[in-house]
Nanobody, 120 residues
Framework: QVQLVESGGGLVQAGGSLRLSCAAS????????MGWYRQAPGKQRELVAR???????NYADSVKGRFTISRDKAKNTVYLQMNSLKPEDTAVYYCNAVVVIITLAVHDYWGQGTQVTVSS
């Protein structure tokens, strides 16, 4: 069983910053890609940023230059540094990890979500 636990969400004024963290725990052999997605009320879940095992990253156009994704492989943790936040960044943010479990099968896991609210 693999668990993803997120932290770091909250309420911030426009222009402010937040840092999200997501730690993976449980029994597994390794983690491939990790990423952050978000879902605003009435909208579909969308990709915010992803990072490969090798450290390559990609971002949604709406967050480029403002958000930075990183990971600590030793801690099985992915981070999302969010700067210059805008009200339109308000959403529930979900962590995602592509995990190789002990049977060598590859599974997609999601965190429970953390609320980010940006006030104008």
């Amino acid at each position: 069983q693999v668990q993803l636990v997120e932290s770091g969400g909250g309420l911030v004024q426009a222009g402010g910053s937040l840092r999200l963290s997501c730690a993976a725990s449980g029994s597994f052999l390794g983690i491939n890609d990790m990423g952050w997605y978000r879902q605003a009320p009435g909208k579909q879940r969308e990709l915010v940023a992803r990072i490969t095992r090798g450290g390559s990253t990609n971002y949604a156009d709406s967050v480029k230059g403002r958000f930075t994704i990183s990971r600590d492989k030793a801690k099985n943790t992915v981070y999302l540094q969010m700067n210059s936040l805008k009200p339109e960044d308000t959403a529930v943010y979900y962590c995602n990890a592509v995990v190789v479990i002990i049977t060598l099968a590859v599974h997609d896991y999601w965190g429970q979500g953390t609320q980010v609210t940006v006030s104008s």
